[in-house]
């Protein structure tokens, strides 16, 4: 059973930054893509990014493209999100999620239904 928490929310000025980290454990990362989404007080929940099993793909939500950059350390068993011009519409509570795909897989997507399993989120608040 594959559990995620994650790490590194709190509150912050826009323009600010915030990395976000998503630690894995119950089994190996290798075979899972990770998605990062979020969700805001009466709003549905939004897809931000995703990582392949491999590493080698990325995808990214238009609202968040070249602000936030995702990544991963297999060996470390956390993939990370670096949140940088922050503004106060990315506040929300943010998930990491997984989605086991295969060894080394290049495949992403924004999906939420195909992630199995979710952690508990962290609550970002960009605010002055």
């Known amino acids: 059973q594959l559990q995620l928490v994650e790490s590194g929310g709190g509150l912050v000025q826009p323009g600010g930054s915030l990395r976000l980290s998503c630690a894995v454990s119950g089994s190996t990362l290798d075979y899972y893509a990770i998605g990062w989404f979020r969700q805001a007080p009466g709003k549905e929940r939004e897809g931000v990014s995703c990582?392949?099993?491999?590493?080698?793909?990325?995808n990214y939500a238009d609202s968040v493209k070249g602000r936030f950059t995702i990544s991963r350390d297999n060996a470390k068993k956390t993939v990370y999100l670096q949140m940088n011009s922050l503004k106060p519409e990315d506040t929300a509570v943010y998930h990491c999620?997984?989605?086991?795909?295969?060894?080394?897989?290049?495949?992403?997507?924004?999906?939420?239904?195909?992630?199995?399993?979710w952690g508990q989120g962290t609550q970002v608040t960009v605010s002055s």
């Open positions: 990582i392949s099993s491999s590493g080698a793909s990325t």
């Open positions: 999620a997984a989605w086991r795909t295969a060894f080394s897989s290049n495949v992403v997507t924004l999906t939420p239904r195909v992630y199995k399993y």
